[in-house]
């Protein structure tokens, strides 16, 4: 049979780009890159992924696309998901306990993407035996271990990225250079969501003590809640996007979908105060996978909508002409500096024409980790350094907060203070 | 007795799984039958080409350019699909995407050539030391429309079976099904009914049932959506040796036990027996076949099975003139 998922993808985007009535002009944006090329590097470069849950296979996967990367050791506790990762990747030693990929001398870097309650410590441990650390984010559980995992990244010589995806992401950065280039002039708002149809629940594990380990996220002592675990990348995205960290949180939460005795929320709303009247609002839920995950900031001459892979740029009708934007009348073109932008996406998705073929390369994922190798064999700087990531956690440490006692929290500057 | 009952939207059409089990809770069933979902999702993110940032996608932009690495399950898919494309002397072939894109089933594709059609298995080699695969030609392109169902069920089945479920059903689009042990109340297996949807309007004709019992199935038909390349009326399945979109009458089914990759193979031999229309001589005895056709007026009517889960497979009582080989 042959694929049709061509209808869904339509279907899906028509429902992004519903345009307000005043939106002149719907802009997708997509950088022009060296389409499709993957990252080679020109000396191999070994790593080790300590944790190969789903998104540690994932991370394997993505990884296995830069060229020189040699993945030669991984980790987990877990005997199966263990054989399951060394099945995405030829060759790699797999053991049990992560001291061990720390004392072998030829791995240069680590990623780790454990439960979250355990980063800190296997990210100190192998910050102090000289190994380049990525950190799945959000970085720590506590604010405590959020300012000493930055304070020792920032001391040690080696280079430390949270994983942060939308610093990294061809489409956020494009489209934060319209931002910072005036192209939505004053800021209005922001809102951002993430809406998936899971439970959350994890099987398996023979005793009591394991099956709770693996449901960590449906434990309310170390889960840092759908705010903490999903929101901190989207917050990060917002707070890149608006120049500042919010003042306060407001939260709520509960159980709407999944009566099966848990405490941590299904559902949660979350209103952050940047200040001045500036708002950025909310939502998620394990309940309902309506429109997915996307972040947008409104400006009094735009809005800007991203959704990971895609990202669009809705013009108010008043708003000026920009340079590149004379030449938009036709569906593609490149211009001088290398962006090509699809004008009237609104028509070109009511028609089906607006695929999803149209758009990055490569997960969000893949961005984040070629930026990661490239600081680590090339020098380059730090897409998303440790005091970020930590900044990020901490609003999500206390969004969550927020959620769990239906209140506000005051997000005080001198929780980033990093000492030292 | 504990069930739990999922779906997930993946590549063009609905999975469903079906789960029993006496020996865990349904909070438990639930999660396992969730971290199946998740796997086919996974799946479908990572092998439709209707994403730019699929793994097919990237295979189709740069596989001509240099190896690209897979891991140990994608690569046993593709040496799956390779075996049937030469078992079915090509009637089977992964490498439709050129004509796919030119016919106009999708407007994002590496490789179509306005008009010039690119078709050959024998341009796509396997690398097994480095578990890489590439093209010899540029312009070549992958479609998995005709496997990926299968081996989606097969990892999800994997999942389950790991968990220690016993009893599962699971299908895609309800062409392709996987019958783990059998339900609570027939220890003969999972029955799937293969009805003709074009004689729906009469009752309960043309009907076949087969039990699944740790087996899997899977169907094709030339129907269904229509082409016209150059005003030749054709269905969605191409005919690889030509190329071109088979038009006609028939359908296609396989049965195996459900060893490992069996529903990839099973998807793939399905896909190949409507364009051949026939069982090919030699084919193993561990697939079952049921080939068949319509008649003029559009009733299903003659259909031959042939295999060792022959037994398996039965007409309905109302199913009219129906003309049996078992071996």
Redesign the interface.
């Known amino acids: 049979?042959?694929?049709?998922?061509?209808?869904?993808?339509s279907a899906s985007r028509r429902q992004f780009l519903q345009t307000t009535g005043a939106a002149a002009a719907t802009l997708a944006i997509l950088p022009d890159l060296a389409?499709?090329?993957?990252l080679r590097l020109a000396e191999p470069l070994a790593v080790a992924v300590i944790g190969v849950g789903?998104q540690g296979r994932?991370i394997?996967?993505e990884l296995?696309?830069i060229?020189n990367v040699r993945i030669v050791m991984i980790c987990d506790v877990d005997a199966?998901r263990l054989r399951s990762g060394q099945?995405?990747?030829?060759g790699a030693e797999g053991v049990a306990d992560y001291r061990l990929i720390l004392e072998r001398g030829e791995v240069q870097a680590v990623i780790i993407a454990t439960p979250t309650h355990l980063h800190k410590q296997i990210a100190l441990d192998a910050l102090s035996a000289g190994k380049a650390v990525y950190c799945e984010c959000p970085l720590a559980q506590t604010i405590a271990d959020c300012r000493a995992l930055a304070q020792a990244a920032q001391q040690s010589r080696m280079v430390f990225q949270t994983g942060m995806q939308g610093r990294c992401n061809p489409v956020y950065t494009l489209a934060n250079s319209f931002k910072r280039s005036g192209a939505i002039r004053e800021l209005i708002s922001a809102r951002a969501q993430d809406h998936r149809k899971?439970?959350w629940?994890?099987?398996?594990g023979a005793s009591p003590a394991e099956q709770q380990a693996r449901n960590w996220k449906l434990d309310p002592e170390v889960s840092l809640g759908l705010a903490g675990e999903f929101g901190t990348q989207q917050f990060d995205v917002v707070h890149w996007f608006l120049g500042k960290y919010p003042k306060s949180v407001r939260g709520t939460g509960s159980v709407r979908a999944y009566d099966?005795g848990r405490t941590v929320a299904d559902t949660i709303s979350c209103s952050f105060d940047f200040g001045k009247g500036l708002y950025f609002g909310y939502d998620a839920t394990l309940g309902n996978s309506y429109e997915g995950q996307y972040e947008q900031i409104a400006g009094t001459m735009g809005l800007i909508k991203l959704a990971w892979?895609h990202g669009w740029l809705f013009k108010e009708a008043d708003a000026p002409t920009q340079g590149w934007e004379v030449y938009a009348n036709r569906q593609q073109f490149h211009n001088a500096e290398g962006i090509t932008l699809i004008a009237d996406a609104t028509k070109l998705a009511s028609q089906g024409?607006l695929?999803?073929?149209?758009?990055?390369?490569?997960?969000s994922l893949?961005y984040a980790l070629a930026a990661f190798v490239k600081s680590v064999a090339e020098a380059a700087p730090v897409a998303c350094s440790a005091e970020e990531g930590m900044r990020a956690a901490i609003v999500g440490i206390c969004a969550n907060e927020a959620v769990v006692n239906n209140s506000e929290v005051l997000i005080d500057e001198a929780f980033f203070k990093i000492e030292g | 007795m504990p069930t739990a009952r999922l779906a997930v939207q993946a590549m063009g059409t609905r999975f469903e799984l079906v789960l029993y089990s006496e020996a865990h809770s349904e909070v438990f069933l639930r999660a396992v039958g969730e971290e199946a979902g998740a796997e086919i999702e996974e799946l479908e993110r990572r092998l439709s080409r209707f994403r730019a940032d699929s793994l097919v996608a990237q295979i189709n932009r740069s596989a001509a350019v240099r190896p690209i690495r897979l891991d140990a399950d994608l690569f046993a898919m593709f040496q799956v699909a390779r075996q049937v494309q030469e078992e079915s002397a090509g009637a089977f072939d992964i490498t439709v995407g050129s004509p796919l894109d030119s016919w106009g089933f999708a407007e994002w594709g590496a490789g179509a050539d306005g008009g010039k059609v690119l078709v050959g298995m024998e341009q796509l080699v396997l690398e097994p030391e480095e578990q890489t695969i590439y093209f010899l030609q540029e312009g070549l392109a992958i479609d998995l429309g005709g496997i990926a169902k299968g081996f989606a069920l097969d990892c999800a089945g994997e999942v389950l079976r790991a968990a220690g479920i016993r009893c599962a059903l699971l299908h895609g689009g309800t062409s392709a099904v996987l019958g783990l042990g059998s339900p609570p109340n027939c220890e003969a297996g999972w029955r799937v009914e293969i009805f003709d949807s074009a004689a729906a309007g009469g009752g309960g004709r043309g009907k076949l049932v087969v039990q699944l019992k740790d087996a899997v199935l899977a169907v094709s038909a030339a129907g269904g959506r229509m082409v016209e390349p150059e005003n030749e009326l054709g269905g969605h399945i191409f005919d690889p040796r030509s190329p071109r979109a088979v038009s006609g009458a028939g359908f296609a089914a396989v049965v195996t036990g459900a060893g490992r990759l069996a529903a990839t193979l099973a998807d793939a031999w399905s896909t190949a027996l409507v364009v051949l229309g026939e069982r090919p001589i030699g084919l193993a005895d561990t697939v079952t076949t049921i080939v068949g056709s319509r008649s003029a007026g559009g009733e299903w009517g003659l259909y031959t099975v042939c295999g060792q889960l022959s037994s398996a497979v039965r007409a309905d009582p109302n199913f009219q003139n129906p003309a049996q080989a078992e071996r």
Request: proline share 5%; glycine share 12%.
């Open positions: 049979m042959v694929n049709n998922s061509r209808n869904e993808k389409w499709g090329e993957v789903r994932a394997l996967g296995q696309k060229e199966a099945r995405r990747v030829k899971m439970t629940r994890s099987a398996g099966d892979s024409k695929q999803a073929g149209i758009g990055l390369p490569f997960p893949y």
